[in-house]
């Protein structure tokens, strides 16, 4: 079955950097593309970035310039590499992925960005 295994999450100052990883299985993962979504408390789940199977990218406008998101097929992993971190980055991060009709979530991983 499909799993999504986010880690790297963690408490980071205002301005500093974070690594996220989502070490994927149960799937051919370079088939697929792969996304990173966010829900910060209150809000609803917004995307972050994805991309596709032949590693084009794209992010919404309010990381473009500081995050870029990766993928490394051969560990079957999606990276977000996350810098110039802000306040409003407070959030949970999400892997996701579309397999066939089923949309795959992980289990989330918390960033939490303090002043």
């Known amino acids: 079955q499909v799993q999504l295994v986010e880690s790297g999450g963690g408490l980071v100052q205002s301005g500093g950097s974070l690594s996220l990883s989502c070490a994927a299985s149960?799937?051919?993962?370079?088939?697929?593309?792969m996304n990173w979504y966010r829900q910060a408390p209150g809000k609803e789940r917004e995307f972050v970035a994805t991309?596709?199977?032949?590693?084009?990218?794209q992010y919404v406008d309010s990381v473009k310039g500081r995050f870029t998101i990766s993928r490394d097929n051969g560990k079957n992993t999606v990276y977000l590499q996350m810098n110039s971190l802000k306040l409003e980055d407070t959030a949970v991060y999400y892997c996701?992925?579309?397999?066939?009709?089923?949309?795959?979530w992980g289990q989330g991983t918390q960033v939490t960005v303090s002043s």
């Open positions: 149960g799937f051919t993962f370079s088939g697929y593309a």
């Open positions: 991309i596709s199977r032949r590693s084009n990218t």
């Open positions: 996701n992925t579309n397999v066939g009709l089923e949309n795959y």
